[in-house]
């Protein structure tokens, strides 16, 4: 659960995302089916020696102490600052191991879903499991907002890509979840695959029961059984329980009038349970192609529209409007290093500024301009223009020719 996900990173780092956003909910999609898989599912084919619900007590006391305490320790962050920084070559450098470190939403909500998802997987057999995942998600919770307001480094801007994923996928698989697992726990009890047969076993019928057996439980206990054959002993047969395995022995459970390991009780509270889930997560289905279908219709005919309030200002009035400047970030430096000419541009629109230092400092048209040809004068780099507007808003255009300012520019015009 801690490693695979830095191969998921890697992969991501190859696929072409138009957003950070995409980004994020295509990690969020890998991270969060793996981690199911090998938490709940692997977890249960692989039960130590200690059965079932000691295995799944052991991932939820590791959800509360481990997860937590990772973040909160940040050991990471810590190497760098102290162990890495002081021994670097210059003070650009130093500085680029306190930015603190970038985290991702889409892993913060692979690690939520996965408490949810093991806590609804076992939930009959384990009702303490909601309490522990409780507890889990709250102290991640508080960790992880210690960390967000003193340690980590700035997010960048992101959408609600990762947030619809888990509205309209992951947490109505754990619903779901917990309704087949539900179903198939409350009718399966009391989960020994045997069932009770009309024969006693006695001295001629059966007589091979009879006498002194040692039984070896699948956690390895060893106890005896005595049989003495005399009527009072009952015949079990070994009958199917994992029905969820296929559609066929789902749809013959509910067919069937009888099962031979469960009481009239059991089996009327199995099927009313069973049909109520069927009808909740139906609901879920068709609240879920409802949204999809519009997102459909939308995609198909359009479906644009805005609810912003004009400000009055045009976009050079704007302080937060960001220009594309071309630019290429190095861990070793705090800031991205800018490969263009700026000084023809409001450097306010450059999308960050340093506090120390000024832009200048980070400009690489000094580094390369060995590689200028001595023959002209041609720059190596591109220049970004930036072209106050003669257009008064709401006034009369000035008497000029306006695309010849976008010909002669190399940057951008307002």
């Not at 200690?50 to 959800?63: H, I, K, Q, S, T």
């Not at 805005?306 to 430096?333: C, H, K, M, N």
Request: a negative charge; one cysteine or more; glycine letters at 8%.
């Amino acid at each position: 659960n801690f490693l695979v996900p830095n191969v998921f990173k890697v992969i991501n780092s190859l696929e072409s995302h138009r957003h950070e956003g995409s980004y994020q909910a295509s990690l969020y999609i890998k991270i969060t089916l793996f981690r199911w898989i090998n938490t709940a599912f692997t977890g249960t084919l692989g039960i130590g020696s200690d059965g079932l619900l000691p295995a799944v007590f052991a991932v939820m006391r590791a959800e509360i102490i481990i997860t937590p305490l990772l973040s909160f320790l940040d050991i990471v962050g810590h190497v760098r600052r102290y162990l890495i920084a002081p021994f670097t070559a210059n003070q650009p450098a130093m500085d680029s191991h306190f930015r603190g470190a970038v985290q991702l939403l889409g892993e913060k909500y692979t690690n939520m879903s996965k408490v949810i998802f093991v806590c609804f997987f076992y939930s009959v057999i384990f009702p303490i499991g909601y309490f522990l995942g409780a507890i889990a998600l709250y102290l991640t919770f508080l960790a992880e907002k210690y960390m967000l307001l003193r340690s980590w480094g700035p997010l960048p801007s992101l959408g609600n890509d990762v947030a619809k994923i888990s509205r309209h996928l992951f947490f109505p698989l754990c619903v779901f979840t917990l309704c087949v697992m539900s179903e198939y726990y409350f009718a399966a009890y009391p989960f020994d695959s045997l069932c009770g047969t009309s024969v006693n076993v006695t001295q001629t019928n059966h007589g091979e029961y009879v006498g002194n057996h040692t039984i070896v439980s699948g956690v390895n206990t060893t106890f005896q059984v005595s049989l003495a054959g005399d009527g009072s002993e009952k015949l079990y047969r070994f009958c199917r329980q994992d029905f969820v395995v296929s559609v066929y022995y789902i749809h013959r459970f509910f067919l069937e009038k009888s099962h031979g390991w469960m009481s009239r009780q059991q089996m009327t509270m199995s099927k009313v349970f069973g049909l109520v889930s069927v009808i909740f997560v139906a609901i879920i289905l068709l609240f879920n192609l409802y949204h999809y279908g519009l997102e459909l219709v939308e995609f198909l005919y359009g479906g644009y529209c805005t609810t912003e309030i004009d400000s009055g200002r045009g976009f050079s009035e704007q302080t937060t409007a960001d220009a594309y400047v071309p630019q290429v970030r190095l861990a070793t430096f705090e800031y991205p290093l800018l490969a263009c000419d700026i000084s023809e541009m409001d450097q306010r629109h450059v999308g960050w500024i340093d506090p120390v230092r000024s832009h200048d400092f980070y400009s690489l048209m000094t580094d390369v301009d060995y590689l200028r040809d001595e023959d002209t004068a041609d720059p190596v780099l591109s220049k970004v223009v930036y072209y106050p507007p003669t257009i008064q808003r709401y006034g009369t255009v000035p008497e000029h020719d306006s695309m010849s300012l976008f010909l002669h520019g190399e940057g951008i015009l307002t």
